[in-house]
Nanobody, 120 residues
């Protein structure tokens, strides 16, 4: 299993970024996918998840209404559209593949992370 996250960078408060995560080595369309983030010295936190066919999405309260998770099961890619970014969104963002198709499944495969910095 390989998960390659990209799209991070420096953005001003109020700006937008779209993260991508290209997956390979497994049947992408059969598994839920998630995004997590981590700040140095803190525990990794859940950001959002999407079911295998994209019909169910779940978000952390801190990003609800600002972030949107989506997936393309032809391109084997999951996305995280981040709008109205705040300095507290600064973190390394990781994509993850779940053990099952549901957004409640546990995650057992992780990408390498991409850094998002929100600062003026």
């Amino acid at each position: 299993v390989q998960l390659q996250a990209s799209g991070g960078g420096l953005v001003q408060p109020g700006g937008s970024l779209r993260l991508s995560c290209a997956a390979s080595g497994f049947t992408f369309g059969s598994y839920a996918m998630g995004w997590f983030r981590q700040v140095a010295g803190k525990e990794r936190e859940f950001v959002g998840s999407i079911s295998s066919l994209g019909g169910v999405r779940k978000y952390a309260d801190s990003v609800k209404g600002r972030f949107t998770i989506s997936r393309d099961n032809v391109k084997n890619t999951v996305y995280l559209q981040m709008n109205s970014l705040k300095p507290e969104d600064t973190a390394v963002y990781y994509c993850a593949a779940a053990r099952g198709s549901s957004v409640t499944s546990e995650y057992n495969a992780w990408g390498q992370g991409t850094l998002v910095t929100v600062s003026s």
